[in-house]
């Protein structure tokens, strides 16, 4: 065994390419309700809840590890966290919806100036719990919404499939939606800084929207904020992994972004992501989550297949491209977390 | 003037790669709500009965072309109207809800077998009066769902944004699956040679939710039942158009298809669609709706962005990339129709 194996968790190695024994693998959701324990701690607690209580959402975040030997543990809360203090009237519905969405530039400017120490201490709360309780192996991820998707919620005011009164807003008021997205980057500093203090050892940024946009209006739009993001997290030492999802037409614009490490959903094989990014820039992904449903020898070829398609270079985090369904078998996800270890220590045996 | 130039509608021509004085023009869902006169028809009939009332429906798909002069009309119908007579308990809520979707095997052999002139007539005797109506300059494009993207609906029972379900489905059931989308093709390719047959003088096949695949499943699934609808439907001697919504990632295996006309939306810049399509064939789109909401200046940059793609070969239409939303200014439409004109026809000029 290598040295530089033994001395950093898996999933750390691998954000920073390091070599490591076998690929660490965790997933998209992975607490949450394909899991019997989360549906009955459901039962008891609305989401809510189980978000804002430091034990219920670090229980929450437990429960995967204890039935599958996961290489990281991710926070148990929502994108739209850290604008809780930001008064429009956020509840979920069970998706989000705000009473008082973003219309008009002088909406912007009535945005008040909250820190998320102030306005959701729990989060803080819960990360301090969950780097106390984890083992040193098992490094716990914070996270939080890109600007631009955050956006797509406070102009539509709930979610969508086109967010075309968001996109319109954009291009019908150019200089107050950049002003927004400006306010979304300072919160989202704040928001993952402080998590990243709190104990997180890597730090997670989604765009889940990200997509909608081609790539002329990303760089002009999203990426601005994505990077003054991760550009201030850098100083954190702690991974830097961004996941623009349906985001294949905008790599080339994502491999100049201060960061270590790209999420991809499944539409690009990681092979063709690997020669967009560079060897400099690992990649997280990208299992189709349909692929659970399959009967188990079809499930191991298209493991197979992503393993392949990461190739022999360091640099690979096993995931899902999207949120596990909560249909799912959880027998079927514990195959595919052993088969993604098996089968990645065999490769690197000659 | 050209002699080639002056024989086919700009329309047709652009579709078979022939030389134009101007980019012909149309907008996806151009007969629709953004229409004040749409609107008030919608007042006095609901969407179903406008669908199925022949004079009704032509009325509807010659609105927007006594406002605007655009290159052609597009059949109003909804891209499940085939299967109308599978007897699936289809209605619109608006979205389109089955009450009895497909769950199983053998739902998939139970599904009866009916032609499209004997469920749907209407969508016949509509093409019949609107290809007697419209002038031989302005083509009627008869349209279609494609097999992936009906199925989606047929499995899931209505709309979703992942299509978790029916996404299953193709991988615990892929025998099942495959039957259904081969029964698919066959109901197109009756649906869609019938609105030849009855004046259309180009046919569409709106995949929506290609983009839901990767390219292996796609190449696996979705494209061999794309593929005989379109091999099908060569003999009858009309410009065929695929439309694979969100499908920047998969165009190296559209590239293959027997067909004319790609059609794209706003994700990957046209001059990148038409290096992986090749210069064999002709590319439709892809202005991103959201751009119409606009102030004119920069509406206006919008548009010669898309022209500039394009470039100077011959073979594009200039389109959206999505269809028009409902909140659209019909004065932006008019601007965006004459600017594409005049600078495509500034273009040919040295």
Redesign the interface.
């Known amino acids: 065994m290598n040295r530089a194996v033994a001395l950093a968790p898996p999933f750390l190695a691998a954000c920073r390419r390091e070599p490591v024994e076998r690929t660490p693998v965790w997933m998209l959701r992975q607490a949450g309700r394909y899991l019997p324990e989360y549906r009955a701690l459901r039962e008891r607690h609305d989401f809510l809840t189980l978000m804002r209580t430091p034990e219920l959402a670090a229980e929450v975040t437990l429960q995967p590890l204890r039935r599958f030997p996961l290489d990281a543990a991710i926070l148990f809360a929502d994108i739209l966290t850290p604008i809780e203090g930001w008064d429009l009237g956020l509840s979920f519905a069970p998706g989000p919806v705000l009473e008082r969405p973003i219309r008009a530039a002088a909406d912007v400017d009535r945005l008040p100036t909250v820190s998320s120490a102030e306005s959701v201490p729990y989060v803080f709360e819960t990360v301090r719990a969950l780097a106390a309780e984890l083992p040193e192996t098992t490094p716990l991820i914070g996270f939080g919404g890109a600007p631009f998707t955050l956006f797509c919620y406070l102009v539509e005011g709930k979610g969508s499939?086109?967010f075309?009164?968001a996109?319109?807003?954009?291009?019908?008021e150019?200089e107050a939606a950049a002003r927004l997205l400006d306010r979304l980057a300072d919160s989202a500093i704040d928001y993952l800084s402080g998590q990243a203090r709190a104990g997180a050892r890597a730090l997670m940024l989604f765009d889940s929207w990200a997509?909608l946009?081609?790539?002329?209006?990303y760089a002009r739009f999203a990426r601005p904020p994505v990077e003054k993001i991760l550009a201030a997290l850098g100083p954190l030492g702690v991974p830097r992994i961004y996941f623009p999802h349906?985001g294949?037409?905008l790599l080339g614009e994502v491999a100049t972004l201060p960061l270590e490490v790209v999420a991809v959903d499944?539409?690009?094989?990681l092979s063709k992501v690997r020669a967009v990014l560079g060897p400099g820039i690992a990649v997280q992904g990208n299992l189709?989550?349909?692929?659970l449903?399959?009967?188990p020898a079809?499930l191991d070829r298209a493991i197979d297949?992503v393993l392949a398609e990461a190739g022999p270079a360091p640099g690979h985090i096993f995931n899902l491209?999207?949120g596990v369904?909560p249909?799912t078998d959880p027998g079927q996800v514990a195959r595919m977390v052993e088969r993604v270890h098996r089968r990645s220590a065999q490769g690197e045996q000659p």
């Not at 996109?167 to 019908?172: H, P, T, V, Y």
């Not at 499944?266 to 094989?269: E, G, I, S």
């Not at 189709?288 to 692929?291: E, K, N, Q, S």
């Open positions: 499939k086109s075309a009164r996109k319109a807003f954009l291009w019908s150019p997509g946009l081609g790539p002329d209006d349906q294949a037409t499944w539409r690009l094989p189709d989550p349909a692929a449903f399959a009967p079809e297949r491209g999207h369904e249909a």
